[in-house]
Every structure is written in C-alpha cells, then in structure tokens.
C-alpha cells in the first residue's frame, strides 16, 4: 500500500514541477485544433484528445496532442476543427493548451 500512496505523491510532484515551469518561463502560443475525439467513458469519466499545430515564434510549425480527462465539454459542445487555440509552452516536452 506504501508503494501506492508513494507512487501518487510522484505523479503529483511531477505535474507540480511541470506546472511551476510553466508558469515561470513559459509563453503563450497560437496554435489550430487538428482533430478531436470524444469518448464517453463506460466504467470512467469522459475523455477529449486533441491534436493541434503550433505556430512557433521562430517561423516553423510544430504538431502535438493532448489528452483531458473529465474535460469541460460534453460531446455537443465541443469547438470545431479549425478553432483557434492558446498554448502555453517552453519547449517541445513542456507545453499544455488553455
């Protein structure tokens, strides 16, 4: 059991630091939804995965995904492919979209 709650505080240290760089040096980026999927979970909660491009500061463009668990969405509100979005990023590993 101590191993389970050891793993836990992990996961949550790790997306502190995560959260905290962000915050320090991270900027804010435009980026455009790619492609969107909703599933509806059966014994969890819902889940939206995205993938979206970034329009780096330097000229190149960048493609990246994520994944929301319990997002804000339901399937019928969710924003259309092609919505404009903010991501705000450090580097390639570092980056979460608002």
Do not use: C, H
Request: aromatic fraction near 8%; charge should be positive; charged fraction near 25%.
């Amino acid at each position: 059991m101590a191993g389970v709650y050891w793993m836990l505080a992990r996961v949550q240290d790790r997306r502190a630091i995560k959260v905290n760089r962000l915050l320090a040096d991270g900027a804010l980026i435009g980026a455009e939804l790619l492609s969107r999927k909703y599933y509806q979970g059966d014994t969890g909660g819902p889940t939206l995965s995205i993938k979206y491009r970034i329009n780096l500061p330097e000229g190149r463009m960048a493609d990246a995904k994520q994944t929301f668990i319990f997002p804000n969405f339901t399937e019928k509100t969710l924003p259309p492919v092609g919505s404009k979005l903010l991501v705000l990023r450090v580097d390639d590993s570092i980056q979460e979209v608002l």
